[in-house]
T-cell receptor, first 115, second 117 residues
Framework: SAVISQKPSRDICQRGTSLTIQCQVD?????MFWYRQQPGQSLTLIAT?????????ESGFVIDKFPISRPNLTFSTLTVSNMSPEDSSIYLC????????????FGEGSRLTVL | AQKVTQAQTEISVVEKEDVTLDCVYE???????LFWYKQPPSGELVFLIR??????QNEISGRYSWNFQKSTSSFNFTITASQVVDSAVYFC??????????????FGSGTRLSIRP
């Protein structure tokens, strides 16, 4: 399995600001995803981060609010823009296993609290 | 559309008891993968098992076992002789066309398992 590092691990942010979360993988991976886990809830897919092209967003998520970069096969960033308290969540970077049989491996997550 | 239902929101048992976590799924595809993940209090999601739609053989790994039944669209997870370290939130998940670059994984709502000493 890949080793996935996320930064920051947690942060407290002010309403109206933006925060960028970084995800670094120790090997080249084709598929990278960003998930959100609101307090006490399940995981919801935000988008698929595509290398060299725009991310593919799920219903309910837009690029203006969650811009994503994927400059290479080992790195991606997710920005949470113009934050409000409703954005308080754990944001998780994940990658698909090398066998491409569907299982995902996750970073430790970034726990954001918006005041 | 695909959907994963974990009807048990919380389960609490005494250590050494056996416990089964239920998972029921919906999909229109004939090719799909099912997964279980564990999320301990530390927060990191740990992959436990993958099962493809063509393999209904049950699997056992130590104290863990999984029962996949296509006839009832269920993929239940049993922990035998539970231990306090098993306390976590467990997620069942489904991926259609699991080996395709276009696939994505949908998660159930999770079951919070508490093992009391």
């Amino acid at each position: 399995s890949a080793v996935i590092s996320q930064k920051p691990s947690r942060d407290i942010c002010q309403r109206g600001t933006s925060l960028t979360i970084q995800c670094q993988v120790d090997s080249q991976v084709t598929m990278m995803f960003w998930y959100r886990q609101q307090p006490g809830q399940s995981l919801t897919l935000i988008a698929t981060a595509n290398q060299g092209s725009e991310a593919t967003y799920e219903s309910g998520f837009v690029i203006d609010k969650f811009p994503i970069s994927r400059p290479n096969l080992t790195f991606s960033t997710l920005t949470v823009s113009n934050m409000s308290p409703e954005d308080s969540s754990i944001y998780l970077c994940s990658v698909m296993g090398l066998t491409n049989t569907g299982e995902l491996f996750f970073g430790e997550g970034s726990r954001l609290t918006v005041l | 559309a695909q959907k994963v239902t974990q009807a048990q929101t919380e389960i609490s048992v005494v250590e050494k008891e056996d416990v089964t976590l239920d998972c029921v799924y919906e999909t229109r595809d004939t090719t799909y993968y099912l997964f279980w993940y564990k999320q301990p209090p530390s927060g990191e999601l740990v992959f436990l098992i993958r099962r493809n739609s063509f393999d209904e053989q049950n699997e056992i790994s130590g104290r863990y076992s999984w029962n996949f039944q296509k006839s009832t669209s269920s993929f239940n997870f049993t922990i035998t002789a539970s231990q306090v370290v098993d306390s976590a939130v467990y997620f069942c998940a489904l991926s259609e066309r699991g080996y395709s670059s276009a696939s994505k994984i949908i998660f159930g709502s999770g079951t919070r398992l508490s093992i009391r000493p």
